[in-house]
């Protein structure tokens, strides 16, 4: 499983480095290819097959359950939740930092 991320977008970064530190070996974090665009970021599956937003979020959390243990001090029914509610603060803050002209992955969409 690769997810793919762009490394001009410091949110972006910040979450890669996170998922590196603890995800390492499960999944490959690479960046994205220089000049490719996307407001999202992309999960390759082991099947060739390309997931981006919400159902990526989906998959990792399928496929790697030790994703949810960043948020090691909620009840177990909530690590799910909260690992979605994060995505979307993440495209809340993208979109926050295309509005003041910051750089960032296309998150006006």
């Given at each position: 499983?690769?997810?793919?991320?762009?490394?001009?977008?410091?949110?972006?970064?910040?979450?890669?480095?996170?998922?590196?530190?603890?995800?390492?070996?499960?999944?490959?974090?690479?960046?994205?290819?220089?000049?490719?665009q996307t407001k999202d970021f992309k999960l390759e599956l082991s099947d060739?097959?390309?997931?981006?937003g919400k159902e990526a979020i989906d998959a990792l959390e399928k496929e790697v359950p030790k994703v949810k243990n960043f948020f090691w001090m909620l009840p177990d029914s909530y690590r799910g939740k909260a690992l979605h509610k994060t995505y979307f603060f993440g495209k809340f803050l993208r979109r926050l930092f295309y509005f003041f002209g910051r750089r960032n992955c296309g998150g006006c969409s």
């Open positions: 499983m690769k997810l793919y991320f762009d490394s001009n977008c410091p949110l972006c970064r910040s979450f890669a480095k996170l998922l590196q530190k603890h995800l390492s070996g499960e999944v490959d974090i690479i960046p994205f290819l220089q000049g490719e060739g097959e390309f997931l981006y």
